[in-house]
């Protein structure tokens, strides 16, 4: 608790200074990277992280002296130049993107390694190259206010740009064709969300490293897409999820200690999996449960419809039948049929007596609502698609569980009405 209290008093200028830049970072990344993951160019910024070392190491080699500006700049060209590369191999040559992208990662990444290698073993550059190695895995503990200004420029030149050319930038992210038929400057606008994107790869490199800037920037958003198709909403949910964990990143690695941009990253991906499995509507336990849910509806409606059947030519409503008789009318496995006979005699659909079931008439009407719209989809097959009539049963079978209300009414009024199916077996309108 006495550590806690300390990191949130912004009393010691270290802890501030780490803070408040990680937040910087954080909103930058995020604010671009959501664009970035809209126009599908999620591998672009791993490039652009990876390509920026080079330049950090020219810049410094050029210049002799660790200044955070001329650093900048030179990661800055060099991330410039990868894209310029990659645009050049993806155009000029028969290879694809992605294996452009790759091919640049690998190629800057490894000149900027061996230049690295080169200053750390150069007697007259080494002394004054320390903690230039911290831009591969990021030292947020080195952030000084003068960093801080550096930051806060950046992030202000990109939070402007994005604010005065939002809707620019919305519609070349999702419809670039159409952005060009009105007369949009596509190509301009292009070309500075990739600037963009790389001044955002720029002012993390020494927080969290050119290795895992690339987190940085695309995992706030792809995971703020699961939880909102409101694009105003999903950029708000990105950047306030890498706020987070950058000051839950920040506070692990004043407790532990440990590296801050690894720790960041750690809390980003955590939220991603909690996100990926349990977001509603796009998480994957929801969609399994969706599944089941339908699973079950497709069961029940199936023998719903089997008892309707064994009961329709009979002139008593009352008749009650075995699960053998309704497995010989709907083959499926006992244990399945048992429990959505369980479950359809809980809702009220069913009555059961001993080890016979009947319909009540709620569960009568379901029954009647499946078989009907099985057989007038059965006449519209063989009627507009010209599909053989013994060809028609599995088609309905699956259409039956998904056809709406409304589009049943229309395909009623489409059909005029029929009588019988193909199989001259009486349609059951409602009375």
Known sequence: MEQLLHFFSFQD??????ILGTILLSISSSLVGCFTFLRKRSLVG??????????????????????LWILMIGAFVAGWLSLIVIDLIANKSKIPEDSAIALVLSVFFGVGTLLLTHIQHNPSLSSNAA????????????????????????????LATITILYKEFILVSFDVNFAKTIGFPVRVLELILTTLTVLAVVIGIQSVGVVLMSAMLITPAATARFWTQKLNVFILIATFLGVISSISGSFI??????????????????????SFLFAPDRGIISKLMKQNAFKQKVIDENILKA???????????????SIKELLNKRPMDESVLSKGLYRL???????????????????????????????????????????????VHEDADSIEHILTPELEKKLEELLEYPSTDPHNTTIPYKK
Not at 13 to 18: F, K, L, M, S, T
Request: hydrophobic share 45%; net charge neutral; glycine share 6%.
């Open 13 to 18: 200028p270290i802890i501030r200074n780490v």
């Open 46 to 67: 791993d490039a652009v992280a990876h390509a920026v070392l080079p330049g950090i190491c020219v810049a410094f080699i050029l210049h002799g002296e660790k200044n």
């Open 131 to 158: 903690g230039l190695e911290n831009f591969l895995f990021g030292n947020a503990i080195a952030i000084n206010q003068q960093d801080l200004y550096a930051f806060g420029t950046i992030a202000c030149i990109l």
């Open 253 to 274: 690695s004043y407790v532990t200690p440990s590296p801050t941009g690894p720790w960041i990253v750690m809390i980003l991906s955590l939220i991603a999996i909690v």
């Open 307 to 321: 008892l309707y059947q064994l009961g329709e030519n009979e002139q008593k409503s009352d008749i009650q039948y």
């Open 345 to 391: 005699t809980k809702e009220r659909f069913l009555i059961q007596e001993n080890d016979t079931w009947q319909l009540t008439p709620l569960g009568k009407n379901k029954g009647q609502r499946i078989t009907k719209i099985h057989r007038l989809w059965e006449v519209y097959l063989t009627k507009y698609v010209q599909i053989a009539p013994d060809h």
